[in-house]
């Protein structure tokens, strides 16, 4: 890719020959080419090149410890998969956290947003930018906050529940409720998916709630048939996002669980069995593996879920 | 803002009916907003609350709220516990003195020269007096415990180089993509925008013994370089920009024998400030936020470490002390909230969403 600015560089002097107008479109392909260098020259050594390199990696046994040992190891790595209890288990949890968290990341901002254009509410900029603002903050600092507010003892999650006389769990220290609490600190981060909502719901054309009412649509049937229908893009889209974003959680639970899923390997997720692999038991090789079958697994939901939109996403000018 | 929200409507409230029942939506709704709000912002009420109390506060079941401690009232040199007493005059603040089983002594700290008397009744089920009483230790010994200037400096450092390269980087790539007919152009479009669903742990282990192998492992360099070569969400982001700047300006431009680059610098750039800042910030809080590079990368080089790794080496001294925690925490977010709420149209308005689903 570093010929490509060399050819660049030399241009000046090239377009004297051939034809004006083909020089102009062989200039406007320099200059193209020009721009598009770091792009491309990034996308060569930063992506395409370390993904093929790790496909390479699943193949042997790596330790940077040892890299002069490394050998071929044929497909053992994949055929580890199957006998590997670790694996199973943070592929559970992973999709276990999927089904609890997805349904919240969904409904939760497309509720706050439906709020915030509501033109009932007084004062909307002010909560759009207040719901938005604890996105902004440092998932570190989210974990912390959010443990002191669910501690057992002292956290005023409970001491609130404690008010209705309901015993509160000990969140981050139960397995059963770890990814609940997990989920919950999630929902506080939903301020940009609220926004992306927003800007659907903001293009909804005003004639077909006019003609809805007109037809005597409630409330409910105009949300129904016809904002559902037009925002199912975005909510497609989110979705997308999610399950993605699913198998890449990695802070939260590395911060709760001191990197090592507890407790009882109950936020072993997948992306953490990842780190701890090839980070801390320096098994390259099959990190290497775990990585290249989450890409593979993310790849397949992403084609499945395009697949299937046609049935529930609807687009305006049916492209 | 709550009496700014709720006062509004309440003028013209009791003139006549069907006005009211117009009103009935606004008022429903803006105090359902509120509810919502409050709840939401609870866990930073949370925060900033808990981060003024000491530890003796943050487990006294009698200061849940707010940080208050028992009071005292010195009385001949000896201080001695505010309670609040229950007397045929009503309920009295009172400093005991004495303490007895069924009755004990008392001395009014409103009236001290009146002297000790005696009030009937089991001191130990009556609430000691509290009031409002915050600390502020916890900031200074949570910056020095967890060096939070060091990691200010780190992060500060990486995210503006960092922020830098990507503005630059991408304004180029974008503008590549936006403005010339390159053959196969669609193409790398469509590679592009297909790399943001590529997880980076799939680049991450060949990237990382790359590093190492050329001597960047446990320097700043791994953080910091890759953003001088653009990233598919900046480019597309700023590319939809460009494309929507007619292209009328930049043909004129041209023909009056401006290169590429005179176009891009006077004619693109000063039209996409909106842009320009949105991608910037953006970056700024993710370098900010970003957890797993520095995890990787800066293992064992503490005096390295970005504000969100420094912080969670803490986590466990923090778990037993939630006001040090709390003090940290708030001192973290403080650069980025400013930032947010300078800029906060930039992200609350959709120029960040402009094209998300075209």
């Known amino acids: 890719m570093a010929d490509t600015t060399q050819t660049m560089a030399a241009a000046p002097a090239k377009t004297k020959e051939g034809k004006p107008r083909n020089n102009l479109m062989r200039r406007e392909i320099r200059w193209g080419l020009l721009f598009l260098s770091p792009w491309l020259v990034g996308f060569l050594i930063f992506t395409l090149l370390p993904t093929l390199a790790s496909l390479a990696f699943s193949f042997t046994n790596y330790n940077p410890l040892h890299p002069d040992q490394i050998s071929f190891a044929g497909l053992s790595n994949y055929q580890r998969l199957f006998t590997d209890p670790f694996f199973r288990q943070a592929i559970g949890v992973t999709l276990r956290f999927v089904a609890i968290s997805v349904p919240f990341g969904i409904i939760i901002p497309l509720g706050l947003a439906l709020l915030v254009n509501s033109e009932h509410l007084l004062g909307k900029n002010i909560y759009r930018a207040l719901f938005f603002m604890p996105s902004m903050i440092p998932v570190v600092v989210n974990v912390m906050v959010w443990r002191g507010i669910m501690s057992t003892e002292t956290g005023w999650l409970n001491r609130m529940l404690g008010v209705f006389s309901i015993q509160g769990p000990s969140w981050f220290q139960d397995e059963r409720w770890v990814l609940p609490a997990l989920t919950l600190m999630g929902v506080w981060g939903v301020g940009n998916a609220m926004i992306i909502m927003l800007a659907g719901l903001q293009n909804v054309p005003t004639e077909l ?83 290249w079958v989450m890409f593979v697994v993310v790849l397949l939901i992403t084609i499945f879920l395009f697949r299937t939109q046609q049935r529930w996403v609807y687009y305006a000018g049916g492209e | 803002m709550a009496s700014q929200t709720l006062s509004v409507p309440a003028k013209p409230r009791f003139q006549f009916k069907p006005r009211f029942r117009k009103l009935l939506p606004y008022i429903g709704i803006s105090a359902l907003g509120l509810v919502i709000l409050l709840l939401f912002l609870a866990p930073l009420g949370y925060m900033s609350l808990t981060a003024f109390k000491t530890i003796v506060q943050v487990r006294d079941p009698h200061s849940q709220w707010l940080p208050a401690s028992p009071i005292n009232f010195t009385y001949e040199g000896v201080e001695y516990p505010l309670l609040m007493v229950p007397t045929e005059d009503g309920v009295r603040e009172l400093a005991l003195v004495k303490p007895g089983r069924e009755e004990s002594d008392y001395v009014d700290p409103q009236n001290p020269d009146a002297g000790v008397f005696t009030v009937q009744g089991r001191w130990r089920t009556f609430d000691p007096v509290y009031d409002f009483n915050p600390t502020l230790d916890n900031f200074p010994t949570s910056w020095e415990q967890v060096n939070l200037g060091r990691l200010f400096r780190n992060t500060i450092f990486i995210a503006t180089l960092g922020t830098i390269g990507t503005l630059l980087s991408s304004i180029l790539v974008a503008y590549g993509f936006a403005r010339f007919r ?161 800029a906060q149209r930039v992200f609350v308005q959709g120029i960040v969403v402009t094209g998300v689903e075209k």
């Open chain 1, 209 to 291: 709630y006019d003609a809805a009412k007109v037809d005597g649509a409630t409330g409910l049937q105009r949300f129904r048939h016809v904002t559902l229908p037009i925002i199912s893009p975005i909510i497609f889209y989110q979705l997308v996002l999610a399950l993605i974003g699913s198998f890449q959680y990695f802070t939260q639970a590395y911060i709760v669980s001191n990197g090592r899923g507890d407790p009882n390997g109950s936020t072993m997720f997948y992306n953490l069995y990842l780190y701890r692999t090839a980070f801390n038991f320096l098994d390259m090789g099959y990190g290497a593996t775990l990585a």
């Open chain 2, 182 to 342: 390159v053959p196969g152009i669609g193409i790398l479009f469509i590679i592009l925008i297909s790399t943001i669903i590529l997880p980076r742990q799939v680049t991450l282990i060949p990237t990382y013994i790359f590093f190492r192998t050329i001597g960047w492992g446990g320097t700043w360099l791994p953080l910091i370089v890759p953003h001088f070569f653009a990233n598919a969400y900046n480019v597309f982001l700023l590319r939809q920009y460009f494309r929507s700047i007619p292209r009328d300006l930049d043909e004129a431009a041209t023909l009056d024998g401006a290169t590429p680059w005179q176009v891009l610098w006077h004619v693109i750039l000063p039209q996409s400030i909106p842009a320009l800042i949105a991608v910037g910030l953006f970056h700024f809080f993710f370098a900010w936020n970003d957890f797993f590079e520095p995890l990787v990368y800066l293992q064992g080089r503490e005096d390295l470490y970005t504000i969100s790794i420094g912080m969670t080496q803490f986590n466990n001294i923090f778990n037993t002390q939630p006001g040090l925690a709390m003090a940290a925490s708030m001192m973290a977010i403080a650069l980025p909230l400013i930032m947010f709420f300078l």
